[in-house]
């Protein structure tokens, strides 16, 4: 018998046999730089439970509500004991491979659309989506069970591509939220617009890959910081997720922590659980909002040199220095951060050893302490988009940030920006095409 236990987030341990697979487990601390919360916040002693008999970890990606280094970190010495092996797919970043091996733990590699037997009627198939996610697949002897977390599976054509590796599931986990930036505070028509796509996608999912039970998950977070808290007016609760799928006939399985589907589907109690969520979510309004340091400008000064010799050093400053004069798009131009917290509007200029201060509006507006985060780490900016603690200052900011401090996302993923990306234009056309997406909403 196949058994799907929830831990938290976007965390469950499917089980069947001798195998015991735990997916990306985060269970204590804050995430994206003070930007989420978990609406559970785990003990020491319920995390030990999860990891009593767990066999194999696998991680979708590297976004720390799915790869907490903290949880690595901190439970090390029990997963090297057990002899865990930790799964992630096979890309050029070599970030996570390299830790998780210096670490000392066992770590295997998916090929995407390869499927690997972990045991006798057990095996796991991983699936590549967008510039970094994955989603997997897993095949017991009694379920087909397809994890899509965060994946952008959002269009028939996409879910198509997905449905001729996998085929018809018996159960499927998804995101039921919005987990990112959204034009700002003012923009709640674009954060109400959101949730209902995301509604929309599940029905899309649903329609596609036919489960028999749907699990909604990988949301359950708030936004923590003083500087995004207002993004939890639009977020979608599993209420509305039963609400939304009411008409077809999947069964939607809300689960808590702990909570446990052993395949029957006749009988779904889920009121305990939603009350639960309930519960948590209004508690999460009572909570003080975090709070960013200041950081001076002598220290935004010395993390500047410190990612403009990074970022030259990864990719060729005489190509970025063409493209910023040559190219129609428009990139690697100035941008200009209002610090809000220095009252200064600071010009960020790549190809300049030093910070200006202006007297004119900035594109961005936010905090020091995001901006030393975006300086002094190859995710800063991916982190920024996603935790939202920032507001366009300039019509079109966002938009002129983007292509110049996202080179470090492509960076990420084994991309250079040199020549050779010419032959890229498979990523060219993706980052464009979210980016003008972004760019509509915002308008």
């Not at 730089?33 to 003990?43: D, H, P, S, Y």
């Amino acid at each position: 018998m196949t058994i799907i236990r929830f831990n938290n987030h976007a965390s469950v341990t499917i089980s069947s046999g001798d195998v015991f697979l735990l997916t990306d487990p985060w269970f204590q601390g804050s995430a994206f730089n003070k930007g989420w919360e978990l609406l559970v916040q785990q003990t020491d002693d319920e995390i030990l439970d999860i990891l009593e008999h767990i066999t194999h970890i696998w991680v979708s990606h590297e976004h720390p509500d799915h790869f907490s280094v903290m949880f690595f970190k901190k439970f090390l010495n029990l997963l090297l004991s057990k002899n865990i092996e930790v799964l992630f797919q096979k890309i050029d970043d070599q970030r996570i491979k390299s830790f998780l091996i210096r670490s000392g733990l066992r770590f295997q590699e998916l090929e995407f659309e390869k499927k690997i037997i972990l045991a006798e009627r057990f095996s796991i198939t991983c699936l590549k989506d967008g510039f970094y996610d994955s989603a997997l697949l897993v095949e017991t002897a009694d379920q087909k069970i397809l994890n899509l977390n965060d994946c952008d599976v959002t269009t028939e054509a996409r879910a198509k591509e997905i449905f001729s590796v996998t085929g018809e599931c018996d159960v499927l986990l998804t995101q039921f939220s919005y987990a990112a930036w959204k034009g700002g505070k003012l923009n709640k028509r674009w954060r109400k617009e959101a949730a209902d796509e995301k509604l929309n996608t599940i029905k899309l999912q649903v329609r596609v890959f036919k489960p028999q039970v749907l699990i909604p998950f990988a949301s359950f977070v708030y936004f923590s910081n003083e500087d995004n808290n207002y993004l939890n007016d639009s977020a979608n609760s599993p209420e509305k997720v039963i609400e939304a799928i009411a008409d077809s006939d999947v069964n939607v399985l809300v689960m808590k922590p702990a909570d446990q589907f052993h395949g029957k589907v006749k009988k779904l109690d889920v009121d305990n659980a939603v009350e639960f969520w309930r519960v948590k979510y209004a508690a999460s309004s009572e909570v003080p909002a975090l709070q960013y340091d200041v950081r001076d400008l002598e220290a935004l000064a010395r993390s500047f040199e410190t990612y403009r010799h990074r970022v030259f050093d990864n990719n060729s400053r005489f190509f970025m220095w063409l493209a910023r004069y040559l190219s129609p798009i428009s990139v690697f131009r100035p941008v200009d951060v209002h610090v809000k917290d220095l009252e200064k509007v600071i010009r960020v200029d790549i190809f300049k050893e030093d910070l200006e201060i202006l007297d004119t509006a900035g594109h961005l507006i936010m905090s020091s302490e995001s901006l030393d985060f975006i300086f002094l780490n190859t995710f800063g900016f991916d982190t920024l988009t996603v935790n939202g603690c920032f507001e366009e200052e300039s019509a079109g900011g966002f938009k002129r940030a983007a292509k110049t401090l996202a080179i470090e996302n492509l960076n990420n993923i084994g991309v250079k920006f040199s020549i050779s990306i010419l032959l890229r234009f498979d990523l060219i056309f993706l980052f464009l095409g979210r980016l003008s997406k972004v760019a509509k909403k915002v308008n």
